[in-house]
């Protein structure tokens, strides 16, 4: 009997998405030149790849193969990146440090790190629309996806909600905003595997549900590990929303009890997982190692 490694599974899935992201952003010699340096400065090396990842493991465990669920599962990653260049910006979060390194707008400058997230939220359409082996059908369906989960109902939405509601909010409306802001583009992660994969359309409505409940799940480890984490593992100012008096799970909750809401939407997502009639077992420990993580 063959036994799974996720840490095996998590090196070579994650090595064959560094390799693609690297490929889709060669150095140039253009004048434009220094966009595509502070591309690559934020879109290669530090992240843990969870999107990508996520999609290509649904999109597996239907048969599909890595080369063709490759493209749009890095999409979603250029797609996050963008959003890490721009929620870094002095205008919005204001940080320095993300994935250990400076910040894009501290490497390179303000404007430049401005025009890497454009660059970067374009170039996603770009790749997933040229991606090789999926329908025009398919692809449709991925572009629309993607365009609604990262926009104003989704990631963007949620953003504004995160940068302008500045007064403590309610367990309901901190749902809202993580929902859009970090769970959107989760789910879409997961939608993106099933809908590359063809998977019947009550599998895709499972696939959703699991995908929202997991994107929860991640925020509220996150707001934890910005109050527990070691700086250096976390890659920025730790307690840095607490010092900003931001909402989170934490401070709604504290650490019992949140930890308690992310095993509770854990527990919930994997009754979906349940009800999907595969061999569902590499997503199972994914989404465990994202809810355990340390940083
Ligand atoms: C600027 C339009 C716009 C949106 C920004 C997602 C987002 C919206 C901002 C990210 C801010 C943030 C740090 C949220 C906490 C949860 C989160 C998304 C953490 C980063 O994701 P990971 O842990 O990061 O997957 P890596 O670096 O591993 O890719």
Request: aromatic letters at 0%; zero cysteines.
């Given at each position: 009997m063959i036994t799974f490694c996720l840490e095996e599974y998590l090196k070579e899935k994650s090595t064959l998405v560094e390799g693609y992201l690297n490929s889709l952003l060669p150095l140039q010699h253009s004048l434009q030149k220094e966009l595509y340096k502070a591309a690559r400065y934020a879109v290669l090396e530090g992240g843990k790849r969870l999107r990508p990842l996520f999609c290509l493991a649904v999109a597996e465990l239907y048969g599909v193969h890595t080369e063709v669920a490759l493209p749009p599962a890095c999409a979603l990653e250029l797609i996050h990146c963008y959003s890490l260049v721009h929620d870094d910006l002095p205008c919005m979060d204001d940080d320095d440090y993300r994935r250990g390194k400076p910040t894009v707008h501290r490497k390179f400058s303000e404007d430049v790190a401005v025009l890497t997230g454009d660059f970067l939220l374009t170039y996603a359409f770009e790749v997933l629309v040229s991606s090789k082996g999926l329908s025009a059908e398919t692809k449709l369906h991925l572009t629309s996806v993607l365009a609604r989960r990262i926009g104003g109902e989704g990631m963007i939405g949620g953003q504004l909600i995160d940068t302008r509601l500045c007064r403590p909010l309610t367990l309901e409306e901190l749902v809202i905003l993580h929902s859009k802001k970090t769970g959107a583009l989760l789910k879409a992660s997961f939608e993106f595997g099933a809908l590359i994969a063809n998977a019947p359309k009550e599998e895709l409505t499972l696939w959703k549900s699991f995908g929202e409940k997991i994107g929860l799940a991640f925020q509220i480890v996150d707001d934890i590990l910005d109050v527990t984490a070691s700086e250096k593992k976390h890659g920025c100012k730790v307690a840095s929303d607490l010092k900003k008096d931001k909402t989170t799970f934490y401070t709604l909750l504290g650490i019992e009890a949140a930890k308690e809401y992310a095993e509770e939407r854990f527990k919930s997502a994997m009754k979906d997982l349940e009800?999907?009639?595969?061999?569902t077992e590499t997503i199972k420990e994914l989404a465990r190692y994202i809810i355990d993580r340390t940083y």
């Open positions: 009800l999907i009639p595969r061999q």
